[in-house]
């Protein structure tokens, strides 16, 4: 088995693997899973016409390599051939699109999301269905219609979420990358806690067409995958303009991002926010983990530099304000006679409408629509909304303004590692308490990896638990960003999760 991209390119060009045997390797891997004491249940079904897609893949590639063209063919198809995992709130056509929720079981996507069109049109092959929290709302993929996903390196623990298929599957090798969704974090916490990395590009780099709407202003598709290269390469092929999102952008250095280099570490001015530096209720080991990252940074001649940014303490009241409220807004669609499930009982309109809701939806995301819709009914308006989103705006002020004077910021992704299944799921508060240090980078609009940088100690959990730390670039510097990432990558190969055969 391959575990990144680039090796998987170079043995599908030279005959030593194909693109079927990649798929029937993820249907194998997926299917003797399932039947495991404790199984993952990272994906939820593999679609059906992978096979045939990887076939098709095949035939082009056997041809290419006959005629002696194989290159140029892999510079027009960058992708051709590699499968893909997908997260369960990004439309494939014709296949189950559910976001993990009862609403919408049955519910088959009527066309492909840009990002899904674009990953096609590289070549690449949609792979399967990841599991998720319910709509994207969660920090432990628990709150799923489906059941939980394990963490592939100790199965009594969460992944993370809400993107916890994603990262559990490219964990734990079923898929050589996925698709997640971000709102507050949801691809960068689970890569934490699964020893991946996780990237979220600046708003709008990812075109939203064809993603479940949680937060509008905050969502954007991120990646995961082993390596920093083989997420710029995905994201070359899927960034852009579309005509179907008006928020979309374009990035410069398509070419940069198609073949990665490492950045030149010693001339990094790096800032670290001292509210994120000694949060309440960080863990010891992630605290050690951050120290050997900035002693890593110094050593290689970058400087380090504490700044004070109160605003970042508010940043998680702020998101979830602005979050649910625009979660209640967006998921008012689900009403019983525009998508997925109805509960008729024949009681008129009113009563279809509050039995499908109630029936539907999960608690937690039940109780996100109620706060939301408090908070944006007439007596409050005025005050909570407004007052999130002058927080907000205060947020972008400030961390623009310090990226006038440093490259990057540094933090740990999350204050703690993975934790046991079942730790926090009653405790509402405790889970959003996980998002402390990635709510600000959406609410900042800007891009974020979480590379997978050190363990937990050996006094703490067996096995050790990976812990992930943030690189964060100003808007539109993705470059940066993955190349920083990719120095860490090119000394620190092992870091993350081990990879076996
Ligand atoms: N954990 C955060 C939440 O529950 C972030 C979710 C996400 O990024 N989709 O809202």
């Known amino acids: 088995m391959y575990t990144t991209i680039e090796e998987t390119i170079n043995a599908l060009k030279t005959a030593k693997t194909t693109s079927t045997a990649l798929v029937q390797y993820s249907i194998e891997n997926f299917e003797k899973d399932k039947g495991s004491e404790k199984p993952l249940n990272a994906f939820l079904e593999i679609y059906d016409d992978a096979l045939a897609l990887a076939g098709d ?3 082009k590639i056997q041809d290419a390599i006959k005629a002696g063209n194989v290159d140029s ?6 992708l051709l051939g590699i499968p893909f995992a997908n997260k369960d709130n990004i439309s494939v056509k014709g296949k189950k699109l559910t976001c993990s929720s009862k609403i919408l079981q049955g519910y088959k996507a009527p066309y492909n ?3 899904i069109n674009r990953l096609k049109d590289a070549g690449a092959i949609p792979l ?12 432990s993929t628990e709150y799923s219609v489906y059941g939980p996903t394990r963490n592939p390196i100790n199965r009594d623990y969460v992944s993370g979420g809400s993107s916890g298929g994603s990262c559990a599957a490219v964990s734990a090798n079923q898929a050589l990358f996925a698709l997640g969704t971000e709102t507050g974090g949801s691809v960068r916490l689970p890569a934490s806690y699964c020893g991946v ?10 075109s939203r067409w064809g993603v479940v709407a949680y937060g509008s202003s905050l969502d954007q598709v991120g990646i995961v995958a082993h390596n920093p290269k083989d997420i710029a390469k995905s994201l070359s092929v899927m960034s852009g303009v579309d005509f179907y999102d008006d928020t979309s952008s374009d990035l410069t250095d398509f070419q940069k991002l198609r073949d990665l280099k490492s950045q030149d570490v010693s001339k990094l001015k790096i800032a670290v926010p001292k509210q994120f530096e000694h949060a309440k209720g960080m863990d010891k080991d992630v605290a050690k983990v951050f120290e050997d990252v900035k002693s890593w940074f110094l050593s290689k001649g970058a400087k380090i530099e504490v700044v004070d940014l109160p605003i970042l303490d508010a940043s998680i009241a702020s998101y979830y304000v602005i979050a649910l409220s625009e979660a209640a807004s967006n998921l008012s669609r689900f009403d019983g006679i525009r ?3 109805r509960v008729d009982e024949g009681g008129g309109y009113d009563k279809l409408y509050i039995d499908t809701r109630s029936q539907g939806f999960g608690e937690e995301v039940k109780r996100r629509i109620i706060i939301g819709n408090y908070v944006l009914s007439e007596q409050f308006s005025g005050q909570t909304y407004k007052k999130g989103m002058s927080v907000r705006a205060r947020i972008q002020r400030e961390v623009a303004k310090l990226f006038e004077s440093y490259d990057l910021i540094l933090c740990p992704t999350c204050p703690t590692p993975s934790f046991k299944l079942g730790e926090k799921v009653d405790d509402p508060l405790a889970m959003y308490l996980s998002d402390l240090f990635t709510t600000f980078v959406n609410l900042a609009r800007i891009p974020s990896i979480s590379v997978p940088a050190g363990f937990t100690s050996k006094e703490s959990s067996s096995p050790l638990m990976p812990v992930g730390i943030q690189f964060i670039g100003k808007m539109f510097d993705e470059l940066k960003v993955l190349q920083t990432a990719q120095a860490w990558e090119e000394e ?9 055969e």
């Open 57 to 59: 893949a095949d035939k």
């Open 73 to 78: 063919l892999f510079e027009k198809y960058p």
């Open 113 to 115: 999301a840009t990002v």
């Open 128 to 139: 399967c269905r990841c599991n998720q929290d319910e709509f994207a709302m969660g920090s």
């Open 197 to 206: 990395y996780g990237f979220k590009p600046t708003y709008g780099v990812l």
């Open 339 to 341: 998508y997925g499930n």
């Open 492 to 500: 620190h190969k092992g870091c993350g999760v081990p990879v076996k």
